[in-house]
């Protein structure tokens, strides 16, 4: 496979910005070799600048449920943009968007629009601590939140502690707001609950894990949390960026049954555009500015060419049928890679939800950040480039999701296992 253009732009991309590039897990640091640079895709496949074409998994990590540059939302994006791209006024397609997003999230009376899932998080932080009075946090090792400084917080293994930064310039202060408990242990929420409780103004959980893979919630483990958040008086927030109209219409608060004090969202909603939301009960929401004292803002906030693609979007997907037909596409996609690996005698582990997965190689169970950890990220390597060889481009990086679209046809899903066979085998594993 020929890659001299990517390899071209990549050195040029080096010297004008960190890495290459403008998000750290593009640059292919854990998987090697040369990131793609893409010219156009389309449906399921997308096309690097040598020409390569590859059946793409990744799908911008999670917005393009429909496909790449689906019909609908080019239509209603283009459409948009030609009647004016920004106002820095409100427009009726804002109020649209929060209606089909409220629609689908009875937990949500109100919905404020913000640039990115990073904005949706760190916002809906500041109105919890905002209508709590109160400074502190819970999250879960693993679970990935944005950039924000408060959230960019793991304690590893101990899981039981003080947060100390992930990041180099989050000062310890910020860190030290907040606490870290261990995926899917109900024990590590209420140890930490038992110290902290008065001081709690928010639990946040990614609530189908998929920034360390894909992890499902276990049984019971978001009715504990609705349960502590309740005792403690602490604000749930269910972080759906990823999940929300993805596992289920109404996120994973619909698919599980567990109703959350406040949702973000993004990804999904914004149809590839840049766009995030956080939203909850009425009470909740009125302590944002302008209403309440808890300020936030946005020049491009609610822009109307995003909101376009994003209302395109959600109405494509309350067609009949939608979630279904990702649901058994994805659940046939990964039992034929399941056959592959056992035919090359590779040990792996699938876990699955709706239309997201993670393919582990190792034994399992992969139920927490720890046990994500001692999968096998070599073997990893090995089978992510002989896929991308073969034509098929996952994420580069061994505990990420990978999304299958509505444009994904079954003739792609055979091609794609059809490519899984050799890489297995290419991959080994221990
Ligand atoms: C992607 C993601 C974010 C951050 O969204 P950005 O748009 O990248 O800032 C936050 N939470 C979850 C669960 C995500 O997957």
Redesign the pocket.
Known sequence: MNTSHSASLFARAQRVMPGGVN?PVRAFRSVGGTPRFIDRAKGPRIWDVDGNEYIDLVMS??PLILGHADERVVRAATAAAARGSSFGAPTEAEVRLAELVIERFPSMDMVRMVN??????MSAIRVARAFTSRPKVLKFDG?????ADGLLVKTGSTGMQYGVPDSAGVPSAYAQETLVATYNDLDSVTGLVERHGDELAAIIV?PVA??MGVVPPASGFLEGLRRIADTTGAVLIF?????GFRVAPGGAQERYGVVADMT?L??IIGGGF?V?AYGGRAEIMERVSPLGPAVQAGTLAGNPVAMAAGIAVLEALAEPGVYEGLESKAAQLTAALSDAAAEAGVTVTTNRVGSMFTTFFGSGPYMNADDVSGADKEAYARYFHAMLENGVAMAPSYCEAAFISTAHTDEDLDLIAAAAGPAFAAAGGR
């Open positions: 998000s990590w999670g990115s899932g990073t904005e949706a998080t679970c990935w939140h944005g950039h990614e998929g920034n972080d759906e960026v990823i999940t973000t993004g990804k840049p995030g």
